[in-house]
């Protein structure tokens, strides 16, 4: 396990801080009574933000930009966060973990859409129900993303050549269910020419097999990944936009990649409707519930409520706006009212359209 502590109203520290005994998780604990005085109760206290991934990847970098914010907005200003990073079982250890501290507050967690769906596809994920579970919403779920897939110029420059080429176009990805690869594996599963190789460590083992041309197509083909990171793309005028989706991709970057407007997702290929339905429960699954955070279940209603409504304020705080811009992580929060919404457009999918779905985001 690694650890790392923010104290409230300090720097944000991405160091890991040596072991610390205050993070004790038990059920047998009693939960801190209904109308207990808040202030008091979270004055001078450790919060623990449960991480159920490694450090240096996008949920820990929300959880340790949150433990430098949420606290200015938490009744009584706690005096610092403890970042807990448990990684193990896909997410499942963080989540156990989180379910089962002790329900005073003091204790959030991370959780995965991928655990979402899973209950949803009636998968019994130990500690953790999905009716009783307190969700207090994701910082990302509701941002802004322009997503655009782009092909290696030596192979295609459109969508129309590529259906001429007689054999898929390859992609790849470490395991179903990541909401950047969710266009390309409708477009697989619905019988498109695409093919999505899963197994890859990660997105930079992914974008490095693109780069060294072990793959066709890369589903990142956007301004705030590009330009960091594969700058030389741009230089080589690597990037051939096939489709986009999600939200439109500005002119302004399309002129850097020099390609003109591609065409939407679902005017590059024939889906039915309810292909299509499956596609966006698909994108509310997993867009509008990615990095997101919970708390124990039984947490007290007046305890719950204040951490929605830090949750909120901090989504609106500009300083937190600009120092997730600089990280490079969307800002727009989805509440738990959002999570509702795509849960009963899930429920109301028609059998066929559960089949694809579960295909696009489960093994």
């Not at 490694?54 to 403890?82: I, N, Q, W």
């Not at 970057?253 to 596609?279: C, H, N, S």
């Amino acid at each position: 396990m690694v650890h790392g502590v923010v104290k409230s109203g300090s720097s944000w520290s991405l160091a890991a801080a040596a072991m610390l005994a205050a993070l004790i998780f038990s059920v047998s604990l009693p939960a801190r009574a209904e109308g207990q005085d808040l202030a008091t109760h979270f004055s001078g206290k450790t919060v623990n933000i449960v991480v159920g991934s490694a450090p240096g990847g996008g949920y820990d970098t929300y959880a340790r930009l949150v433990a430098r914010f949420v606290g200015k907005y938490l009744p009584g200003k706690p005096a610092a966060f403890l970042v807990q990073n448990m990684p193990g079982g896909g997410g499942l250890r963080g989540v156990a973990a989180t379910m089962k501290a002790r329900p005073d507050g003091l204790t959030i967690g991370m959780l995965h859409p991928r655990i979402i769906i899973q209950e949803l596809f009636g998968k019994d994920i130990p500690d953790f129900d999905l009716g009783t579970a307190r969700f207090l919403g994701s910082f990302a779920g509701g941002a802004k993303r322009q997503f655009l897939v782009c092909v290696r110029r030596d192979i295609t420059t459109s969508w129309e050549e590529v259906l001429k080429l007689g054999r898929p176009i390859k992609g790849g990805g470490s395991a179903p269910g990541d909401f950047v690869g969710l266009a390309t594996s409708f477009v697989e599963h619905i019988g498109g020419p695409i093919k999505v190789v899963y197994g890859y460590g990660g997105v930079s083992e992914v974008e490095a097999a693109f780069d060294r041309g072990e793959l066709d197509y890369t589903n990142r083909c956007n301004e705030d990944y590009v330009f960091v990171r594969y700058p030389h793309w741009l230089e080589k005028k690597m990037l051939a936009p096939l489709f986009w989706w999600a939200d439109r991709p500005s002119e302004a970057w399309l002129r850097r990649i020099g390609a003109p407007m591609p065409p939407y997702l679902f005017d590059v290929l024939k889906a039915t409707e309810d292909q299509k339905k499956a596609f966006k429960v698909a994108v509310g699954l997993v867009g509008s519930m990615t990095i997101g955070f919970v708390m124990p279940a039984a947490v007290s209603d007046d305890t719950y409520k204040a951490w929605r409504r830090a949750f909120e304020a901090t989504a609106r705080d500009s300083d937190f706006i600009k120092a997730a811009e600089v990280a490079m992580m969307p800002v727009g929060m989805a509440t738990p009212e959002d999570y509702e919404r795509t849960f009963r457009a899930f429920r109301e999918l028609s059998p066929d359209s559960r089949a694809l779905l579960k295909k696009m985001v489960l093994r």
